[in-house]
């Protein structure tokens, strides 16, 4: 049974970092692509970054510059390194994996999600 269970959110103030983990199990892990999406208060889920290598990555525009995906296979974890916070990344944040070596920023790809961990930015 895939699982997928996400880590690392909390409360930082702005201009602060946090670290998301996400484990993966039961799956060929690197051979998937991976993703983090995100849903803010009243809108709807959307990506933050996706990774298949460390060569092949998507960022959307909001966090591009600020947020850095990464992944260890050996580990079966991915990461999602947020820098700079701003009041506005303040949301839900949800790991996401597709069994397709495909990156795609569109949550009907991916096959399986975590349960999410709250973000808070304060100012």
């Known amino acids: 049974q895939v699982q997928l269970v996400e880590s690392g959110g909390g409360l930082v103030q702005a201009g602060g970092s946090l670290r998301l983990s996400c484990v993966d199990s039961?799956?060929?892990?690197?051979?998937?692509?991976m993703a983090w999406f995100r849903q803010r208060p009243g809108e709807e889920r959307e990506i933050a970054a996706a990774?298949?290598?460390?060569?092949?990555?998507y960022y959307s525009d909001s966090v591009k510059g600020r947020f850095t995906i990464s992944r260890d296979n050996a580990k079966n974890t991915v990461y999602l390194q947020m820098n700079s916070l701003k009041l506005e990344d303040t949301a839900v944040y949800y790991c996401?994996?597709?069994?397709?070596?495909?990156?795609?920023?569109?949550?009907?790809?991916?096959?399986?999600w975590g349960q999410g961990t709250q973000v808070t930015v304060s100012s």
């Open positions: 039961g799956r060929t892990f690197s051979s998937n692509t």
């Open positions: 990774i298949l290598w460390s060569t092949s990555t």
């Open positions: 996401a994996a597709r069994d397709r070596p495909v990156p795609s920023s569109r949550q009907g790809d991916y096959n399986d």
